[in-house]
């Protein structure tokens, strides 16, 4: 295996984004189609109207916290890439904390930086950033809130975790996972927890068994209203609701609908990635329910219980499979949704037995042929003005099935290794794991 050095790699990944970045304004300018994301448009837009005093909100289709405006604000007196930029060097970021995360569980130094090169040199996700997407911002969050965690640093962990789900309101399903994984694994507060470090390496067999399970879900439930659960709980909330209250105070109703409210009940007739699209597209004209608006949540639902009851003590790889599982029955599904889980993907690499010249290969050319088949379809249908919408519906139900066949293969092959180390158990836990 060849050596390769973070460093070297951090730097070769900086240029490269800023490559892309300059090459971007030039395509931009002398060329038809653009390579700067449309929403990065919309960010500057709402950007703009900040500056001038205005809300943000005014720019349609801008659904997101004032934050992403305030964040962007040099675009107006600065530069217009600076959001570029910003975007990029969070991206990088991410980078560095996966490194980090690896590193503390005692992964060997060569493997960590291959698991790094697996996000940082990944074409789709250079590419977001540089486009002027905002999603590494979330990522590199996301990954510094495991960091806290790890570090024992529960305070800074649920602030971070109450401004992310105000910043982007879909971390919100991670709140089970975080609170269930704060049993009696993680020590009290002030102090730092025992990890469970990287030891036997991806040639383990996957440790599964009914007692295993029944056990991983005894512990994570024991004390339910433990202290570092409640403190999690309450500083996380009084986050969030502090934000919310100070955007609702400057914004009032249209920013609570367009930031929030709007990603709850959202019906969007553009063909996408989701399986739902056709009907709502069939049936846009009429006004949906909020029941019927609600009730496509509950294939969400049933799976991410199922995933957290029973891999929450494994907090990496928990929160990957909850994120590919939303992901894929979500509603509304666009290309930008798969960065939420492809920062995650390094994180679980170590721990996996897939065997990439083979079974790895084959899910990653499952999942983008999956993907290219859609884009074609999608491609008739936006540029030709072919009538392709059930071919189009019929390739989002491949894809669909491609994401949860990827799922279970990476589900059946990963070690489970929760993420702090048992400090204790009781006769009655210790019975258990006898049986």
Same mark, same amino acid.
């Not at 984004?17 to 300059?22: E, K, S």
């Not at 109703?253 to 709007?262: N, Q, V």
């Not at 949704?337 to 390094?346: A, K, M």
């Given at each position: 295996m060849v050596t390769v050095d973070m460093r070297p790699l951090l730097l070769f990944s900086a240029f490269l984004?800023?490559? *892309?970045? /300059?090459y971007g304004e030039w395509q931009d300018k002398h060329m038809e189609v653009r390579y700067t994301d449309v929403d990065y448009f919309v960010f500057s837009d709402a950007a703009d109207l900040m500056a001038s005093g205005k809300s943000p909100y005014e720019r349609t289709t801008y659904r997101y916290?004032?934050?992403?405006?305030?964040?962007?604000?040099?675009?107006t007196f600065l530069h217009r890439s600076w959001g570029k930029f910003l975007f990029s060097a969070s991206d990088l970021l991410v980078g560095v904390f996966i490194y980090t995360i690896l590193k503390k569980c005692s992964v060997p130094k060569n493997i960590c930086t291959y698991c790094v090169m697996a996000w940082l040199l990944n074409p789709f996700t250079f590419t977001i950033g540089t486009r002027g997407n905002c999603e590494p911002v979330v990522c590199a969050i996301i990954l510094w809130i495991i960091i806290c965690l790890m570090n024992g640093n529960l305070l800074q962990a649920?602030?971070?975790?109450? *401004?992310? /789900?105000?910043f982007r309101i879909y971390p919100i399903i991670y709140?089970?996972?975080l609170v269930l994984v704060l049993n009696h694994h993680f020590l009290r507060l002030g102090q730092k927890p025992v990890l469970r470090i990287w030891s036997s390496g991806p040639s383990k067999k996957p440790e599964y068994s009914t007692a295993a399970t029944k056990l991983n879900v005894l512990v994570a439930i024991k004390c339910i209203f433990s202290a570092e659960r409640i403190v999690f709980g309450v500083i996380s909330a009084a986050v969030f609701f502090f934000c919310t209250g100070i955007s609702f105070y400057l914004y009032k109703?249209?920013?609570?609908?367009?930031?929030?409210?709007?990603h709850l009940t959202r019906t969007d007739p553009r063909h996408n990635f989701s399986i739902y699209f056709y009907h709502i597209y069939l049936h846009y004209e009429r006004e949906f329910s909020v029941v019927e608006k609600l009730i496509s949540f509950l294939p969400q639902f049933m799976v991410q219980l199922v995933l957290v009851l029973r891999f929450a003590p494994d907090l990496p790889f928990c929160l990957f499979v909850q994120t590919v599982a939303f992901v894929a029955f979500n509603k509304?599904?666009?290309?930008q949704?798969?960065?939420?889980?492809?920062?995650?993907?390094?994180l679980i690499l170590p721990w996996s037995n897939i065997n990439f010249k083979w079974k790895g290969l084959c899910c990653i050319f499952l999942w983008m042929g999956a993907q290219t088949h859609w884009l074609m379809w999608g491609y008739l249908l936006e540029f030709k003005g072919k009538n392709v919408f059930v071919e189009l519906w019929m390739a989002s139900l491949v894809f669909l099935a491609a994401n949860t066949c990827v799922l279970v293969v990476m589900i059946s092959n990963h070690t489970y290794s929760p993420l702090f180390q048992l400090l204790k158990q009781n006769s009655s836990e210790q019975g258990l794991k006898q049986e």
């Open positions: 984004r800023v490559f *892309l970045i /300059v916290s004032p934050l992403l405006a305030l964040l962007l604000l040099p675009n649920a602030v971070w975790y109450g *401004l992310v /789900v105000h709140a089970p996972t109703w249209e920013f609570l609908h367009e930031a929030l409210l709007y509304v599904i666009t290309a949704y798969f960065v939420w889980f492809f920062c995650l993907l390094p």
